[in-house]
């Protein structure tokens, strides 16, 4: 069961991309949604606090927005807070591993969905890494819609898509409908099978 890595940048459809895997058999697992489960905890919750202050939990719950504003404006901030999450999302993600491999039957292909994949250095955990790329218009539409108010990749830590891309195992370019999208993502598990075979 090949184990891949899928990232892409803002507004690119990472998130409709694994969506699309599971449609098609994969097992799939958002970090993202990892961070959101371990800001809820008291541990997290409580560090956050002791480094910024209350502002960034108001009312007990971790303000993500407020931790982005912090780090993106300090590499100390963003190295402090990598070493408190990167761990803990890694142990998660190995037992999330080790059970999808006990699965009968087991799914075709096991996502996780890293959207600092290659900036984490994180690429060599993965049999096969994906990247979600689309036109700078459209990603700048959807980053719009979700209030982003740019894909300028957040300043120097992210890479732009096309770096992403020449990186990657393989590229989807996301610029259609979701259907097509599929189309895509199925031709590139065809290809997993056979060289898996």
């Known amino acids: 069961m090949p184990f ?15 969506a699309a895997l599971e449609r098609l058999g994969a097992a799939v697992l958002s970090t993202d949604q ?11 919750r409580d560090a956050v606090v002791g480094r910024w202050g209350d ?10 927005t407020a931790v982005a504003e912090r780090v993106f404006g300090s590499e100390d901030d963003r190295r402090w807070l990598e070493q408190l999450l990167w761990p803990r999302v890694g142990e998660r993600m190995a037992a999330w591993r080790a059970d999808v491999a006990r699965r009968e039957p087991p799914p075709i292909v ?33 980053a719009a819609g979700r209030g982003h108010a740019s894909v300028d990749e957040r ?15 393989f590229t989807v370019c996301n610029d259609a409908s979701i259907a097509d999208l599929e189309t895509r993502l199925s031709a590139i598990l065809e290809n997993l099978k056979t060289t898996e075979r």
């Open 4 to 18: 891949v890595g899928l990232t892409g940048g803002i507004g690119a459809g990472k998130s409709t991309a694994l």
């Open 34 to 44: 990892l961070v959101h489960q371990l800001y809820r905890s008291d541990d997290i």
């Open 55 to 64: 502002e960034v939990a108001p009312g007990g719950s971790v303000d993500r």
């Open 110 to 142: 096991a996502v996780v969905e890293v959207p600092l994949l290659f900036e984490a250095g994180m690429e060599d955990g993965f049999d096969v890494t994906l990247a979600v790329v689309a036109p700078e218009e459209v990603r700048a539409q959807r």
């Open 155 to 169: 300043g120097a830590r992210h890479l732009t898509q096309d770096e992403k891309s020449q990186r990657a195992t």
